[in-house]
């Protein structure tokens, strides 16, 4: 069993920062990526931010491109989103996902990952 946590969620203000932490834990695996993905209400998870391992290939939905950064501790089997400049339609469950199988992209669908975090509230207020 693969245990995938986040923590870092919260409310700010629009204009502020969060940091989101992911951390994988469990059965012996290899991490070949790790992304972050988030779904409003009512609306379909998506894409945020990935990276892919091996290489760090990195992955930014135009939406955050700019404002938040991904980055990986290879040793702790973490990955950090870093949040600046958050508007209020950044408000969603974040989620991060774990991709054990090897591959030459950065996976950036939801099929392209098999472990899930619980996911994590961020809610930015106008």
């Known amino acids: 069993q693969v245990h995938v946590v986040e923590s870092g969620g919260g409310l700010v203000q629009a204009g502020g920062s969060l940091r989101l932490s992911c951390a994988a834990s469990g059965r012996t695996f290899t991490t070949y990526a790790m992304g972050w993905f988030r779904q409003a209400p009512g609306k379909e998870r998506d894409i945020v931010a990935a990276?892919?391992?091996?290489?760090?290939?990195?992955y930014y939905s135009d939406s955050v491109k700019g404002r938040f950064t991904i980055s990986r501790d290879n040793a702790k089997n973490t990955v950090y989103l870093q949040m600046n400049s958050l508007k209020p339609e950044d408000t969603a469950v974040y989620y991060c996902?774990?991709?054990?199988?090897?591959?030459?992209?950065?996976?950036?669908?939801?099929?392209?990952?098999?472990?899930w975090g619980q996911g994590t509230q961020v809610t930015v207020s106008s």
């Open positions: 996902a774990v991709r054990d199988v090897y591959t030459t992209v950065v996976p950036t669908t939801t099929r392209g990952y098999k472990y």
């Open positions: 990276i892919r391992w091996g290489e760090s290939n990195i």
